[in-house]
């Protein structure tokens, strides 16, 4: 089965340091990868998407996200975080090329990042 | 134009009752999920519709749980009788078939069974 790996569960930074969140997914097909944003208290939304071309995908924010195919891994990464990015972050996967299923979601990482 | 809208924000409610939570998914997306938020379990996928019709609903814990979708634009996720380990965070989101996967959520509704 299809699963999501996200490596840690909380992550807590000071202002200004970079932000590195591993994501990994097991699938051997084509993929749509996503990472969500969950601020405190709301709901999630998309802060960015990789479906195919550029591995580098920028999204909202500064946040940006690196397609490794050969690693199956799809890590977010910012390089100076304010203390508005704490929040709750999940990836996901759409292991069947986006046009049909569901998301799968890793277990998500929370960030607390220190004023 | 409106996103996908969830009622009730919150409830509470005593073991044995029956809790109802409605969705709304938004105008033109053919898919609808919902799924549950813990603590110890993270998001958890219950069901999902495509075109109103059950697609998958290997995430639904147990009988006591049912969902129902009986047109494009509403659906309904029922606990009865509801437990204290039901309480979470519910979200309910669509999506279309054109898009690349994309998920829309819902606010959520907080479930608390005493």
């Known amino acids: 089965a299809q699963s999501v790996s996200q490596h840690n569960h909380h992550v807590i930074l000071s202002e200004a340091a970079s932000l590195e969140l591993g994501c990994n997914y097991s699938?051997?097909?084509?993929?749509?990868l996503f990472w969500y944003v969950q601020y405190p208290g709301q709901h999630l939304q998309l802060l960015l998407k990789y479906f195919s071309g550029d591995p580098l995908v920028k999204g909202i924010k500064g946040f940006e996200a690196e397609f490794i195919k050969s690693k199956f891994s799809f890590n977010l990464r910012k390089p100076s975080v304010q203390w508005s990015d704490t929040a709750e972050y999940f990836c996901?996967?759409?292991?069947?090329?986006?046009?049909?299923?569901?998301?799968?979601f890793g277990k998500g990482t929370k960030l607390s990042v220190k004023p | 134009d409106a996103g996908v809208i969830q009622s009730p924000r919150h409830e509470v409610t005593e073991m044995g009752q029956e809790v109802t939570l409605r969705c709304k998914p938004i105008s033109g997306h053919d898919y609808l999920f919902w799924y549950r938020q813990t603590m110890m379990r993270g998001l958890e996928l219950l069901i999902y519709f495509n075109n109103n019709v059950p697609i998958d609903d290997s995430g639904m814990p147990e009988d006591r749980f049912s969902a129902k979708m009986p047109n494009a634009s509403f659906s309904t996720l029922k606990i009865q009788p509801s437990e204290p380990r039901d309480s979470a965070v519910y979200f309910c989101a669509s999506r279309t078939t054109l898009n690349t996967g994309e998920l829309f959520f819902g606010e959520g509704s907080r479930l608390t069974v005493l």
């Open positions: 699938y051997g097909g084509t993929v749509n």
């Open positions: 996901a996967v759409n292991a069947e090329g986006g046009s049909q299923g569901n998301l799968i």
